[in-house]
């Protein structure tokens, strides 16, 4: 070997050597600045925690309240449950004395209604086993998809192109009216990144309609059974009741008015439907996030872009709502435990929904005028001709 030839292979050598060696001390970089970073979030986490703690409590209480009142016998008679009671009581909370306690209390009501909704949606998947598709079968599972689709497509629709709202608004409210009420609203609005009022707003249509539904619904049943319009039994109200009903409450009450057997197959099939959510908020995830245009009225700018295809945003609390789902379907978990953490969600939940309550405004409400209840009034009219109209041509050929 020539001596050129043998200083190459040295510096070769050399080169190899250092290379692996800044390799290493980069990867022991990053992996340092990693550790770093997470360390300085849960540091500041904790830190945070004694101003969470004043709005934390606050919505605690309301919630209690709520959760106190909603054992109401004639509150409960109506449909009338926790999470409904405590958004009412938030709101009249946050527009009297809470403004005077916002500079203490704010850091830790945003916290419940964002960190805690979440984790509230999660364990929500606790009250559902995949057991329940079987028990309505496949003509229920495809009732339940149409109705959801073919409602929030038509509140997208015509809550835009009709009644001129913003986007974020009509779909808040096809969302409650074609899942699950209330806590369809709240899981979308991460999703959606709706605004205090605008959730409220969209609450309020699930509250209105789905009453008025508890007394229509066994109305409507006993005048087609005395008139005989339709050949209807207890099992395919149940079904109609499940698939086209805002909350499960609501639902309860409506089908209970009938018969035992009847509200049984109604709490299934909204389970089923429940249980659309979060394919629901996946796919609306997905396509907000590859939207290429928006129109002036929508203010979904921040997850959409005019020329190039947007990140798609996960809602992974959705991913882990279904997982908790197949955990509770799985029948390992004592009953016990099961009862508790759906105790606990409860509560959870109920503390999102006066957090939200607490941050509303009523004159934001009062400015959205009438246009949200037409259109959730269209929608209602929808579930009720259109839902059945599902019911009964599914049924035909399933």
């Known amino acids: 070997m020539t001596s050129t030839a043998a200083f190459r292979q040295t510096n070769d050598i050399k080169t190899d050597t250092e290379s692996g060696s800044g390799f290493a001390t980069n990867s022991a970089s990053f992996s340092s600045n990693l550790l770093s970073s997470n360390a300085f979030r849960l540091n500041r986490f904790f830190t945070k925690i004694p101003h969470y703690l004043p709005g934390i409590a606050l919505s605690l209480l309301i919630a209690s309240i709520a959760i106190a009142m909603g054992k109401i016998t004639l509150l409960q008679a109506n449909g009338i449950g926790a999470l409904t009671l405590a958004i009412v009581l938030g709101i009249l909370v946050g527009n009297t004395i809470y403004p005077r306690i916002v500079v203490a209390s704010g850091a830790g009501v945003t916290f419940t209604k964002q960190n805690l909704l979440r984790l509230g949606i999660i ?7 995949f057991k329940d598709i079987t028990r309505v079968g496949i003509s229920g599972v495809v009732i339940d998809a149409a109705v959801l689709s073919s409602t929030f497509c038509l509140a997208w629709f015509l809550g835009t192109k009709v009644f001129k709202l913003d986007q974020k608004t009509a779909m808040l409210i096809g969302a409650g009216s074609s899942i699950c009420g209330a806590t369809a609203v709240m899981a979308a609005e991460p999703v959606i990144k709706g605004k205090a009022d605008q959730v409220t707003v969209a609450v309020s249509t699930v509250v209105v309609f789905g009453t008025v539904a508890i007394f229509l619904y066994p109305a409507l049943y006993h005048l087609n059974t005395q008139l005989h319009w339709l050949n209807v039994s207890p099992t395919a109200y149940g079904i109609f009741t499940g698939s086209t009903v805002h909350e ?11 018969s035992e057997d009847a509200a049984n197959t109604a709490v299934i099939a909204k389970m089923v439907r429940v249980m659309m959510l979060a394919p629901f908020l996946i ?18 700018a921040d997850q959409m872009i005019s020329n190039k295809p947007g990140k798609i945003v996960v809602p992974w609390f959705a991913l882990i709502f279904v997982v908790v789902a197949g955990i509770n379907s799985l029948a390992f978990l004592p009953h016990p435990v099961v009862s508790a953490a759906i105790d606990v969600d409860t509560v959870i939940l109920a503390m999102a929904m006066a ?14 005028g009438v246009k949200p209840l037409l259109l959730a009034a269209v929608l209602f009219l929808w579930l009720t001709i259109g839902g059945l109209g599902i019911n009964c041509v599914v049924s035909m050929f399933l």
């Open 123 to 129: 364990l929500y998947g606790l009250r559902l086993t």
């Open 248 to 258: 499960v409450a609501q639902v309860v009450a409506a089908a209970h008015a009938i």
């Open 283 to 300: 796919i609306l995830s997905a396509y907000l996030s590859r939207s290429k245009s928006a129109s002036h009225d929508n203010d979904l």
């Open 355 to 368: 957090a939200l309550g607490l941050t509303t405004h009523v004159s934001a409400i009062r400015k959205a």
